[in-house]
């Protein structure tokens, strides 16, 4: 069988190589570390696209609900106006006003008209911006449709 004088042979035979590890073990120590830091580095990457990710989100919920407060408030304007429109009419039928009034306050409509426009596409936007910051596709990129 095996011969005495050829026990590295027997102990390479069983998988054990004794004089390999005591001149690779500062290899293996060294790949030891080189393996904990790429770990982690990825796990730094990780965490950063996640608090990323959370920031974006948050930021799009600001953004939407500052939306939804700024149209809330040009709604009002808008339902003000349009009572005012009403009273302006019903003051030119008393005599009370004259044309000139009813233009400015149609003027005035038609500006709040134009701002709840502009509100409810602000709003469209952040409900978009809210949807992409959640992982969404993006429609607008080519490559997308």
């Known amino acids: 069988m095996y011969n005495i004088s050829s026990s590295h042979k ?13 001149f690779m073990g500062t290899r293996k120590l060294q790949l030891l570390k080189l393996k904990k830091d790429q770990y ?5 990457k990780y965490e950063k696209t996640i608090l990323t990710a959370v920031q974006e989100t ?4 600001y953004s939407m609900k500052t939306a939804e407060n700024i ?11 349009e009572k005012e429109m009403k009273y302006t ?10 044309n000139l009034d009813i233009l400015f306050q149609e003027q005035k409509l038609v500006i709040s008209k134009m701002q709840t426009v502009s509100a409810k596409i602000n709003e469209i936007i952040s409900a978009i911006n809210l949807y ?7 429609f607008t990129e080519i490559e997308n449709i």
């Open 40 to 44: 982690e580095l990825a796990t730094q």
């Open 132 to 138: 992409q910051a959640l992982g969404g596709v993006d």
């Open 58 to 61: 948050n930021d799009a919920l």
């Open 10 to 22: 027997f102990l390479a035979d069983l998988g054990i190589v004794p004089a390999w590890d005591l």
């Open 89 to 98: 009419i019903i003051r030119e039928d008393a005599g009370t006003a004259d």
């Open 71 to 81: 149209k809330s408030v040009v709604d009002d304007r808008l339902n003000n106006d």
